[in-house]
């Protein structure tokens, strides 16, 4: 996710970093830096005026010059707009009908169907009941999918074999709800693969129909500029009241994020960030600044665990964490608690500075298997005190795990590195100790 703008960035940052003062000729050249790091990840050009125009001001005046480290300035200053880019505040969902109803639209293929089955999972997980609705009638497959989003969450779905106007299964839908038991309804809707009037005037209808509290825009953040016109077409068309990202953890260069918000006005309030149900967070524009800036992001990776974790699961981790009696045996249990949570690779993306590091870094899931067999082939002491491991005992452990002393080595010396992140993370989340906010 933003990789790319992320090293730009931190290549133009770099320029100002370690300077006793900041001249103009830097200024410049740095800003110009960020203009085109931001233009190449495909930000609307609109936006990136805006932001190059709000940095200079605010570059060029006089905190910054009178500042005694004036890098952390400009590294403030850059994060402070693109959070401002993104929208600021962050955005939940204002859910108050009874049942309340949600609606998606976007065009075909750019996670709709995804999303509503994240939603209704997210949602369930607040407590909530919801029903998935299939008013995406054009295609079979779509209302199949759904079915099987409804199923993999465990959450109602109501899709009646009809091929003909969606309307009213929109609108009968809400009595279907009630009747279930159901409080919020996820309406899903049909894409075209292009922007069209009927589409529009379909969306429009059903919206005009179910009356929703939330009207949600999915727009794949992988169609970079196009992004805009699609948006600035479904908020004439059919009009919304927030945005859902989908796609982010693909090479996305990251210009619709930064752009669709200042285009339409409408805050992002979800980012779906891969293919499986639970690859989907809430919106939060500051935690993506920081993200973007290599910075981290620890309260989205605490909310992950606490959405993982039991709460002794959590304890027993925190006590080997903070007693600095963390073994190779805690290590495994902690490598096999962080596998539930998603992808290790995003995982580490959020932690501190870990950006940069993360090319170096194995993280390859299916090594954890190997991993697995190597410390299961070390004696408990062994795994207690991984310094007695001496050449001997490392070709022991290499055979009777099936794999090899370079091996054995590596998991060794990543241990100990794992062992320094861990800490650190650990402190970090101790110091914002914030309770994050619900949806
Ligand atoms: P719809 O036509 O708008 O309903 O789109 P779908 O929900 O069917 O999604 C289209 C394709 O994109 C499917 O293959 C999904 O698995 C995939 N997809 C949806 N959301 C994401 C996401 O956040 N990340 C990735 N990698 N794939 C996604």
Do not use: W
């Amino acid at each position: 996710m933003f990789d790319a703008l992320s090293s730009k960035l931190e290549i133009a940052l770099d320029r100002v970093r370690g300077r006793g003062r900041l001249d103009a000729a830097t200024v410049d050249a740095t800003l110009k830096e960020i203009r085109l790091a931001l233009l190449e990840a495909d930000v609307n050009f609109k936006v990136v005026k805006g932001i190059v125009e709000r940095l200079r001001e605010r570059l060029v005046g006089e905190e910054v010059a009178k500042a005694l480290n004036p890098a952390q300035q400009v590294v403030k200053a850059v994060s402070q707009e693109l959070e401002r880019a993104l929208g600021g505040e962050s955005a939940g969902l204002a859910l108050t009908g009874k049942p309340a109803v949600i609606m998606l639209a976007g065009l075909q293929g750019s996670g709709k169907t995804t999303a509503a089955g994240k939603l209704a999972k997210l949602l369930k997980s607040k407590g909530r009941h919801p029903m998935l609705v299939a008013c995406d009638l054009q295609r079979p497959a779509a209302v199949q999918q759904l079915k099987v989003n409804a199923e993999r969450v465990g959450v109602h779905v109501y899709a009646p074999v009809t091929a003909g106007d969606p309307v009213p299964v929109a609108r009968e839908s809400i009595a279907k709800a009630r009747e279930s038991g159901c409080d919020v309804v996820i309406v899903d809707t049909a894409g075209r693969l292009h922007v069209d009037e009927e589409l529009m005037g379909q969306a429009a209808a059903i919206r005009e129909a179910v009356q929703p509290d939330e009207t949600l825009f999915v727009i794949d953040a992988m169609i970079g500029q196009e992004a805009v016109n699609v948006a600035r077409a479904f908020l004439d068309g059919v009009g919304f009241d927030g945005v859902i990202l989908s796609k982010l953890d693909g090479d996305a260069r990251g210009g619709a994020a930064l752009s669709v918000r200042e285009v339409t006005g409408k805050p992002i309030k979800f980012a779906s960030i891969g293919e499986k149900m639970e690859d989907f967070e809430a919106f939060h524009p500051d935690r993506m600044a920081s993200r973007i800036l290599g910075m981290g992001d620890v309260m989205t990776l605490i909310e992950k665990a606490e959405a993982t974790y039991s709460e002794e699961e959590a304890q027993k981790a925190e006590t080997a964490l903070m007693s600095g009696e963390f073994t190779l045996e805690d290590f495994l249990e902690q490598m096999q608690m962080l596998k539930r949570m998603g992808p290790l690779q995003g995982l580490l993306g959020m932690m501190p500075g870990m950006g940069k590091q993360l090319k170096d870094v194995d993280v390859d899931d299916k090594q954890v298997a190997r991993v697995e067999a190597i410390i299961r082939s070390m004696t408990p002491k062994e795994r207690r005190e991984p310094k007695i491991l001496n050449g001997r005992r490392r070709k022991r452990i290499a055979a009777g795990s099936g794999t090899t002393v370079p091996e054995v080595n590596r998991l060794v010396k990543q241990f100990a590195e794992v062992q320094k992140i861990m800490k650190s993370a650990s402190k970090m989340a101790g110091m914002q100790g914030t309770k994050p906010k619900g949806v």
